[in-house]
């Protein structure tokens, strides 16, 4: 019988190392975006027109990131909770013989669920963060011929 659990719980295990290369990914983005935060907003001061505005801009481009992963971080870590009820479960019904075979299907299914949407969160945060990069026009000069 303990056999067949830890069959059972490899699949919700291999989802739980998948989430924390994703935790581990998301970390080093939100890392890189708090640096960023950090230098724009030592410049914010002492800037004032244009460049004040661009200023600006980027920081709430830099905000909106900020939000977005630390959304998705929470949906990550929500996620490897369930996989985690998900695990004790099996056990706890392969142990003690009780049939919560649906429970942990549901937690398992709630887990996959929030793994999706922070997926999403973290498709979002790319999509922002190429907004980020993208060099303003003002910078290309383009009504010059080079």
Known sequence: MIVQTIQLALTPVFVLVAIGNIL?????????????ARTLQDRHPATEGPEHDM?????????QRMTLITKAVRMMVLSGLA?????????????????????AAL????????????????????????????????????????
Request: a positive charge.
């Open 24 to 36: 581990n990914i998301l970390s080093s983005r939100l890392g890189r975006v708090v640096d960023r």
């Open 55 to 63: 200023i600006v801009s980027e920081l709430r481009l830099v905000h």
């Open 83 to 103: 996989i985690g009820v998900t695990v004790a479960i099996l056990f706890l019904s392969g142990l003690g013989g009780f049939d919560w075979h649906l429970a």
């Open 107 to 146: 937690t398992f299914l709630a887990a996959i669920l929030l793994l999706l949407i922070a997926m999403v969160l973290f498709l979002r945060e790319t999509q922002v963060a190429a907004e980020a990069l993208r060099i303003p026009t003002d910078y290309l000069e383009l009504h010059r011929k080079i």
